[in-house]
T-cell receptor
């Protein structure tokens, strides 16, 4: 199956700093990538849809100025959590969609804001 | 009413049992149906992908789609402790009302040795 990588896998930062998470599709080109957030024992919450070369589409309630998304190429999307606060601590997962309409997920990034 | 309904469980069965996981949905425009497995603290892994109605088998896993009833199932035969995970159903379609992939809330499955 298709492989999606995420980096870093885990990050701890101080409150007020910014954190960048990278999502890469390793063996296929993804015109669309998605960013999810997941709290313990809960399902995936879609944050935004990222299309290569255009602005991301954010879900209702997600602050676009706080969660900056860039999809500069067909294999790379980045999520930057700006001025992170403890309530931003969560598990962030990206996924990439291929032409067959399936989504392949990255391994996730665990963010802890102190 | 949620677009996709999935019993959250937890579901606990003995090793070797047949497991049945199910989802119901309301949008008749859904055409693509998927099952993902997610281990704790990991990203979801695609298990099965089905287009439209019918059955699909892959090893110990069988996916069924009944579009007339808006009901999909995943069967796991000869269940193993390593199958213990959360299973999420997902679906989408080409119609504009179903362009996003919608996930179920996930069913937590535990296989007892």
């Amino acid at each position: 199956g298709a492989v999606v990588s995420q980096h870093p896998s885990r990050v701890i930062c101080k409150s007020g700093t910014s954190v960048k998470i990278e999502c890469r599709s390793l063996d296929f080109q993804a015109t669309t990538m998605f960013w999810y957030r997941q709290f313990p024992k809960q399902s995936l919450m879609l944050m935004a849809t990222s299309n290569e070369g255009s602005k991301a589409t954010y879900e209702q309630g997600v602050e676009k100025d706080k969660f900056l998304i860039n999809h500069a190429s067909l294999t790379l999307s980045t999520l930057t959590v700006t001025s992170a606060h403890p309530e931003d601590s969560s598990f962030y997962i990206c996924s990439a969609r291929d032409f067959v309409e399936t989504q392949y997920f990255g391994p996730g990034t665990r963010l802890l804001v102190l | 009413q949620k677009e996709v309904e999935q019993d959250p469980g937890p579901l606990s069965v003995p090793e070797g049992a047949i497991v049945s996981l199910n989802c119901t949905y309301s949008n008749s425009a859904f055409q693509y149906f998927m099952w993902y497995r997610q281990y704790s603290r990991k990203g979801p892994e695609l298990l099965m992908y089905t287009y439209s109605s019918g059955n699909k088998e892959d090893g110990r896993f069988t996916a069924q789609v009944d579009k007339s009833s808006k009901y999909i199932s995943l069967f796991i035969r000869d269940s193993q402790p390593s199958d213990s995970a959360t299973y999420l159903c997902a679906m989408s379609g080409q119609d504009s009302s179903a362009s996003k992939i919608i996930f179920g809330s996930g069913t937590r499955l535990s296989i007892r040795p």
